[in-house]
């Protein structure tokens, strides 16, 4: 007999291994790294969340939060709209912070100091949200102005696309909005932002879910 | 691969030639490590579903300036969320010793379930007219009777038709999300059209106290 070595052929399993990661890496996508944490209630909807968004967050405590999808130069557009209003400055670095970030809920006198921290100094932040009150409406501003930049943008892209040859549908191109509420939440705190929603004119809304089983279909 | 060292420099054995066959094999178990390590990393992390979202449109805010209409609802059902306990009555409010000498309205308890005095069961009874429409409509569709496109006309105009339920959700103080999102969850496994998140009236609210206090 051979001296036979104490290997085995381990080909098989190396192949399965790749396919694996293969699999795994074109199948998984990052979960970004939010403010708060919202445990979302569950519902039959099989609808997946649309690209282009318009995404307020409210906390089991009712604290909101805004967020957007889109390119850097339309958050920083946004950024640059806000502070005319408000009447702030923000650095180079600070607009940068600002782009990186999935949302964010904080007075906007507070976005300076909240935007110099790092990510994780900025979860144990001590904020009430946006404010959202009819006396000072801060989150209507960021719906209003987020939408206007989205829309440009949309446009720009709508545009673009028909150059190309393609028959785009101009609703895509528009941002939806989307209500990612913690089941826990007060629904008022909800119907505060549903109405900010409805005093812009903007009432097609989109609650965020996670998946049930529909009683309807069978097993 | 992960050859054990014995025969690794077995290349330059002369003259035989399985010797020069081994010298082929590259010790790939850096590499397995390496793709053991990404499987890893890639099972832990991954998430696989994208969240769901589920739709709802909201009614115009009316202008200032539209002049003030009285809407008769017929065939409609309230529902009223309180902290954890779900309310409704049907038809419109009628307070005590109301114009119209109907009866003062009072409300009933229905819950989350699918088993006896659910809102499933309720709707499932109070909707049956779209309900039922539906099922001739899909039996239709998979006798392909019917085109795709008139088949979501038809379920729409069935929606929309003066003999559906329509459901108006009112909230008190103390609901909360969970509750509103699973009641328009049960609302649109009963294919219910019409859904109007209205504001609530004080006289319901009482009604509520009066039911929730003992």
Known sequence: MPKSSPSIDMTPMVDLAFLLVTFFMLSSSFRSDEAAVIDTPSSISDMIIPENV???????????????????????????????????????????????????GCDMKEMPAYLNLSSAERKNFKTTGI????????????????????????EEAFLEATDKGLEPEANDFKPKFILKVDGKAVYVRAKQVIDVFRDLNLNNLNFVTSLEHDPRKKE | MAEIAESGGGGHDKGKKRAKKQSTKVDMTPMV?????????????????????????YPAKPKITDPKINVEVNNAVTFLLAEDR??????????????????????????????????????????????????????????????????????????????????????DNDATCKNFIDLIDELKIADIGVIAPVDIMQSELDLIKAKTVK
């Open chain 2, 33 to 57: 490590d390496l793709a053991f390590l990404l499987l890893t990393f890639f099972v832990l992390t991954a998430t696989f579903s994208k969240p769901k979202v589920m739709s709802l449109v």
């Open chain 1, 131 to 154: 404010p959202a009150d009819s006396v000072n409406n801060q989150l209507k501003d960021w719906i209003w102005y987020g939408n206007l930049e989205a829309l440009s943008a949309g």
């Open chain 2, 86 to 171: 779900i309310f409704y009555y049907e038809d419109a409010f009628y307070p005590e010793g109301n114009a119209k000498g109907k009866p003062a309205t009072t409300l009933k308890e229905a819950n989350f379930g699918g088993g006896e005095g659910s809102v499933r069961e309720l709707l499932s009874k109070l909707n049956r007219f779209v309900l039922e429409k539906k099922v001739t409509l899909d039996a239709d569709l998979t006798n392909k009777k019917i085109a795709d496109t008139t088949y979501t006309r038809k379920i729409r105009e069935a929606k929309s038709a003066n003999e559906a339920l329509k459901v108006l959700i009112k909230t």
């Open chain 1, 54 to 104: 318009i995404m307020v967050s409210i906390d089991k405590d009712g604290r909101k939060f805004f967020g957007m999808s889109g390119k850097d130069e339309v958050k920083t557009r946004l950024l640059g709209s806000m502070a005319k209003k408000y009447n702030l400055k923000f650095t180079n670095e600070q607009v940068k912070e600002f782009v990186k970030m999935t949302n964010f």
